[in-house]
């Protein structure tokens, strides 16, 4: 088993992409969808980053579902952190939507609850990469930005 590893779940391919991009800047890093994902591949692992779309201001119910399963301190000495992509807030027009998002945040401080309650350590805040819609793409320039800030957390 690889000692870095990116799980993340997908709906339209955008948060996959960001994935991928974070695992080639962790460098020997396995990169699997969470539908893929088993708590064998959490064996060994010392870097662990978990990432969703957001949907309805929360990581995806089979993101939460990993979440919930993982015991108390399962991820005692992995370092961890959590990403996901959403529409940005400055990206809408909507003042309701904008007052939502300021109530409710985004999946990744969601995830990153979860990891520190199964015992990980949060090393990096953690990250939010823009869509331009729903379905995307990806707003300009997302992808270096993701392997940027993946880069920090060695």
Same mark, same amino acid.
């Given at each position: 088993m690889a000692e870095k590893l990116v799980i993340y779940d997908s709906f339209f391919g955008n948060t996959e992409k960001i994935a991928h991009a974070i695992g080639e800047a962790l460098g020997d890093a396995d990169v699997i969808k969470l539908a893929d994902a088993s708590k064998e591949h959490l064996e060994g692992v010392k870097i662990l980053i978990i990432g969703s779309p957001t949907?309805?201001?929360?990581?995806?119910?089979a993101t939460t579902g990993f979440l919930k399963s993982l015991a108390p301190n399962g991820l005692a000495g992995v370092? =961890?952190?959590? +990403? $996901?992509?959403?529409?940005?807030?400055?990206?809408? $027009?909507?003042? +309701? %939507?904008k007052t939502l998002i300021k109530l409710f945040g985004y999946a990744d401080t969601k995830i990153a609850? @979860? %990891?520190?309650?199964?015992? =990980?350590? %949060?090393?990096?805040?953690? =990250? @939010? +990469?823009g869509v331009s819609d729903t379905e995307g793409p990806l707003?300009?320039?997302? %992808?270096?930005r993701a392997r940027d800030w993946a880069k920090t957390i060695l």
């Open positions: 949907r309805i201001f929360r990581p995806s119910p370092t =961890a952190t959590a +990403f $996901d992509t959403r529409i940005p807030s400055e990206k809408t $027009d909507s003042k +309701f %939507l609850k @979860g %990891l520190k309650r199964a015992g =990980a350590n %949060l090393a990096i805040p953690s =990250a @939010g +990469f707003v300009e320039g997302e %992808l270096e």
